[in-house]
């Protein structure tokens, strides 16, 4: 049998390592979703009051924030971790698999948490640094924007950050290699429905009927053409129709279709122009069928947009830690969503990914139910955590 992979950490976060991965596990089995993180929080509040920082909780409802002030400077950094799950059934078969049904943890947040906590242990022992480190822990990252939630309830006013820094695992990437992209990191993610509206008929008389379904079908094919003949070929833009919705029976024509989208962007402008033209084209292709259309465009998460001076500093912690093979030269943008974009609308900083392995290593892709996290990179990425830390915070 072949060792288990050892990744580089400090020796000790290393020491701990075997409590860290129990919380993880105790976490995983006991998912929360969305604004329910009641356990979570508990469990990360107690330790770290326990460690000596200054807890205040009930910022985004189920959010924690600690506060560890260490030296004379004024020097303000900030660090997130997400705690909220996923509504999926699990199938991992782990032992510490989820225990509630349809609930489970998906896509790391457990791990996340973890790594945070790891080095909040760590930073509280050692306080190897100069000025006031927040360590936060969110709520409701999956698609309920727990980060806009917080910043509502006054985070930054409560907790001033001069930086704030997020993490991330990502399958498929080298177990324990990082990236960072500077600029347009991450896609806005924004949810759009359309509803078509007709009139409905027998399917042996459709003169007498409005077909909506044939007015949406239209509506589906043209939302393609945006992208490919609105959208600068140099940007990117993604439109994608998840749900159509229509009708009973093989011989009734419904009166009203329903369309559910997903819409990415990587540049606000671009964002704004998906916008206008699903609303021009849905409401001229209804007119053109005799139907009309309903445009509920909901916008969600910003483009996330990593400072490139904080990049560039989140890099080279990595390469002096870890050395230029640390860092996934090649990486490039990912068209996924991120509440953390609300973050550094306010505050310069950056979101970076941590490799959760390659093949069978790193398991499936997130947001699948045999997902799990890598329980051999949480002590490498919560010392990434503490040499971000002691590099921002440096002693004089």
Same mark, same amino acid.
Request: aromatic share 8%.
């Given at each position: 049998?072949?060792?288990?992979?050892?990744? !580089?950490?400090?020796?000790?976060?290393?020491?701990?390592?075997?409590?860290?991965?129990?919380?993880?596990?105790?976490?995983?089995?006991? $998912?929360e979703t969305a604004y329910e993180e009641f356990a979570?929080?508990?469990?990360v509040a107690e330790r770290l009051q326990r460690w000596?920082?200054?807890?205040?909780?009930?910022?985004?409802?189920?959010?924690?924030?600690?506060?560890?002030?260490?030296?004379?400077?004024?020097?303000?950094?900030?660090?997130?971790?997400?705690?909220?799950?996923?509504?999926?059934?699990?199938?991992?078969?782990?032992?510490?698999?989820?225990?509630?049904?349809?609930?489970?943890?998906?896509?790391?947040?457990?791990?996340?948490?973890?790594? @945070?906590?790891?080095?909040?242990?760590?930073?509280?022992?050692?306080?190897?640094?100069?000025?006031?480190?927040?360590?936060?822990?969110? !709520?409701?990252?999956?698609?309920?924007?727990?980060?806009?939630?917080?910043?509502?309830?006054?985070?930054?006013?409560?907790?001033? =950050?001069?930086?704030?820094?997020?993490?991330?695992?990502?399958?498929?990437?080298?177990?324990?290699? /990082?990236?960072?992209?500077?600029?347009?990191?991450?896609?806005?993610?924004?949810? =759009?429905?359309?509803?078509?509206?007709?009139?409905?008929?027998?399917?042996?008389?459709?003169?007498?009927?409005?077909?909506?379904?044939?007015?949406?079908? *239209?509506?589906?094919?043209?939302?393609?053409?945006?992208?490919?003949?609105?959208?600068?070929? @140099?940007?990117?833009?993604? &439109?994608?129709?998840?749900?159509?919705?229509?009708?009973?029976?093989?011989?009734?024509?419904?009166?009203?279709?329903?369309?559910?989208?997903?819409?990415?962007? /990587?540049?606000?402008?671009? +964002?704004?122009?998906?916008?206008? +033209?699903?609303?021009?084209?849905?409401?001229?292709?209804?007119?053109?069928?005799?139907?009309?259309?309903?445009?509920?465009?909901?916008?969600?998460? $910003?483009?996330?947009?990593?400072?490139?001076?904080?990049?560039?500093?989140?890099?080279?912690? &990595?390469?002096?830690?870890?050395?230029?093979?640390?860092?996934?030269?090649?990486?490039?943008?990912?068209?996924?969503?991120?509440? /953390?974009? /609300?973050?550094?609308?306010?505050?310069?900083? =950056?979101y970076v990914n941590i490799g959760n392995g390659v093949? *069978?290593?790193?398991?499936?892709?997130?947001?699948?139910?045999?997902?799990?996290?890598?329980?051999?990179?949480?002590?490498?990425?919560?010392?990434?955590?503490?040499?971000?830390?002691?590099?921002?915070?440096?002693?004089?």
């Amino acid at each position: 049998m072949n060792a288990p992979l050892r990744l !580089p950490a400090l020796d000790a976060i290393r020491a701990a390592e075997e409590e860290m991965v129990a919380i993880r596990h105790q976490i995983h089995a006991h $998912p929360e979703t969305a604004y329910e993180e009641f356990a979570t929080s508990d469990l990360v509040a107690e330790r770290l009051q326990r460690w000596g920082y200054e807890v205040h909780r009930g910022l985004g409802g189920t959010g924690v924030v600690g506060t560890l002030r260490v030296g004379s400077s004024t020097r303000r950094i900030g660090l997130r971790a997400d705690m909220d799950a996923l509504p999926i059934a699990e199938t991992s078969g782990k032992p510490w698999a989820s225990k509630v049904f349809g609930k489970m943890h998906a896509c790391g947040h457990d791990g996340h948490t973890a790594m @945070l906590l790891s080095a909040a242990r760590h930073l509280a022992a050692t306080r190897n640094f100069d000025g006031i480190l927040h360590v936060v822990f969110q !709520p409701a990252e999956e698609g309920l924007a727990g980060a806009r939630k917080m910043l509502e309830d006054g985070f930054l006013e409560l907790f001033p =950050c001069d930086a704030m820094f997020g993490m991330h695992n990502m399958p498929g990437l080298r177990a324990g290699q /990082f990236a960072a992209v500077p600029g347009y990191a991450m896609a806005s993610g924004d949810t =759009c429905y359309i509803k078509v509206r007709g009139t409905g008929g027998h399917g042996a008389l459709p003169h007498h009927a409005v077909d909506a379904v044939v007015a949406a079908s *239209s509506i589906v094919m043209a939302l393609q053409t945006i992208v490919s003949r609105n959208v600068n070929p @140099l940007h990117t833009g993604i &439109i994608s129709v998840g749900a159509f919705h229509a009708g009973d029976a093989p011989n009734v024509i419904p009166d009203v279709v329903d369309l559910s989208l997903t819409v990415r962007a /990587f540049r606000p402008d671009v +964002r704004d122009l998906l916008e206008r +033209r699903i609303n021009e084209i849905a409401q001229a292709q209804a007119a053109v069928y005799g139907a009309s259309a309903e445009v509920n465009y909901i916008r969600r998460y $910003p483009v996330l947009n990593n400072d490139a001076q904080q990049t560039a500093f989140c890099q080279q912690v &990595i390469r002096d830690w870890l050395g230029d093979d640390g860092l996934h030269a090649q990486a490039e943008p990912v068209s996924a969503s991120e509440d /953390f974009a /609300f973050f550094l609308e306010k505050v310069p900083g =950056c979101y970076v990914n941590i490799g959760n392995g390659v093949g *069978s290593e790193g398991g499936c892709m997130v947001h699948n139910p045999g997902y799990d996290f890598n329980d051999q990179v949480l002590s490498t990425g919560a010392t990434y955590w503490v040499k971000l830390t002691e590099a921002y915070l440096q002693k004089p």
